[in-house]
């Protein structure tokens, strides 16, 4: 049950009327039945309602004089469409009323869902209108129309009401996404499931995992099957992940990180491990002079491409470690001469390895994926190029010959924002990183804040996707998986505010943590 003190203070069901909390009406008069709610009467007055409150807050609302909406087991939910029967069901079932598929006829209490063709709108997008006792929830998408769904949800919850007006809602960012390294941290698939449906209620729409790495390779594999780790997710348990994401409007992005990362691979392989000069072996890296090493990790992008149906692809290309000492070319002479040879006498390991990650983006090109690699993969001065369509995922300027955000931006590549400053969980904090906080999210991050705490220039907006909360498993035991869950609730919810509408937020931080309070509870 919600406090009154915390209704009054947040606004909650102030779209009936000021309300303790207890359903009562007006200076303690009894609450309407359910008759009388359906529609405003004339004998009685209404204040002009409040918008809801709801993570992330709705960026349009026109107030209206009426009851507003509460939901009852004998409303219904009306879809216009049968293709948003998904939806129409969850939020049924949610709020405990019946789903009646599609019908013609208006009654008291109805739920109606629309997909209304909007040329040029953001399918994103959605409208939301409580008039006449009814709510309609319409969008040029059926994204948009889940997204209202989880307004409402949110506005109701706890025995809330859905304001009397309309509500025009929409994201500022495409991308509002959720990287989890499942790679050096083994987490179970009923763990991941309940954060998509976390993710789902708060809007975000992609989920990073990130399943390869030094420790571990966590996907069960047809085509390598000697590189799996004891410990991993079965194709079936992927599939179900990945249905639960899509029926919530979220893409699954998988992430094989090479030419680094790829230990585990290597374990299997260790005729491919990178080695330096003097014959010592490089860790996580992969010799990329040797035509087996792409071979083997484009027949995991091509197996993995099949197994994830999303749209993007992620190609990690960071921390190499042939690029991290003070002269490539003297330290991994193997690949110089590799490189002298394919692009002359003044090719570099840096040309080798842009050449790597360009031809493993045209394999997930292939399956027409659009490839993404942090920015610690993209390399100055190089006589190779990086092809433009792949995407910049911003994470740090701490690497050797580190570029500031506004290179990428200037060259005309789309960046992600990943900026470790605030938005990287590193379990057991090594090095200089501590688990970020939602209160720092939400009063100093905008996604124009991608390297430290400086935003760039507002010219660069469009180009600027979005970006995300990522959670790495450095020191995996440090926390358990219900810790991590508890440790990344606020911050995840800071983080989508931002992505959702960067400007000041209304609520102070501590109304914002008492909202996102109340709306965790069981």
Known sequence: MIAGAAVAALGVGAGLWATDGDGGGPEGTAAPSSAEAAAPSPSRSYPLSKEPRTIPAVRDHTPARGPGWQPEKGHRVVVADADLADEGRLIAGELGMAYAGEKDDERAGDLLLDVKAD??????????????????????????????????????????????????????????????????????????????RELGDLKYNELGLHFSDDQAFRIESDSHPEIVSEDHLTKAEVKEITDLAASLHITVVPEIDSPGHL?????????????????????????????????????????????????RFHLGADEYQALVVSDPEASYPTLAAAARKAYGPGGTVADLTTDWLNDRAKTVQAHHRTPRAWNDGFFK????????????????????????????????????????????????????????????????????????????????????????????????????????????????????????????????????????DRLDRP
């Open 119 to 196: 040329k040029g709108a953001d399918p994103e997008s959605y409208t939301m209108t409580v008039r006449d006792g009814r709510v309609t929830v319409s969008a040029p998408g059926e994204a948009g129309v889940f997204y209202g769904t989880r307004t409402l949800k949110q506005a109701v919850d706890g025995g809330g009401t859905a304001p009397e007006g309309v509500v025009k809602d929409e994201p500022a960012k495409p991308a509002r996404g959720f990287m989890l390294d499942i790679a050096r941290k083994h987490y179970d698939a009923e763990w991941i499931k309940d954060r998509i």
């Open 381 to 516: 001065d190089t006589s190779v190029r990086p092809l433009k369509d792949i995407q910049v995922a911003y994470w740090t300027g701490k690497e050797i010959g580190a570029r500031q955000p506004t290179e990428y931006l200037s060259a005309g590549r789309e960046v992600l924002n990943y900026n470790d400053e605030f938005l990287y969980y590193v379990l057991g904090e090594p090095q200089t990183f501590v688990y970020p906080t939602g209160e720092r999210i939400y009063e100093q991050w905008t996604p124009r804040v991608i390297r430290g705490t400086t935003p760039v220039d507002a010219k660069y907006d469009d180009q600027i996707l979005g970006g995300g909360f990522a959670v790495w498993g450095d020191i995996p035991n440090a926390q358990t998986q219900a810790q991590v869950a508890a440790g990344i609730r606020l911050p995840l919810a800071a983080t989508v505010q931002k992505l959702w509408d960067p400007d000041r937020p209304e609520l102070s931080w501590t109304d914002f943590k008492a909202l996102a």
């Open 263 to 311: 230990g585990a691979v290597i374990a299997a392989h260790p005729d491919l491990q990178l080695r330096n000069a003097r014959g010592t072996a490089t860790r996580g890296a992969i010799d990329i002079s040797k035509p087996e090493a792409a071979e083997i990790v484009d027949d995991l992008l091509d197996e993995y491409a099949d197994l994830f149906p999303g749209s």
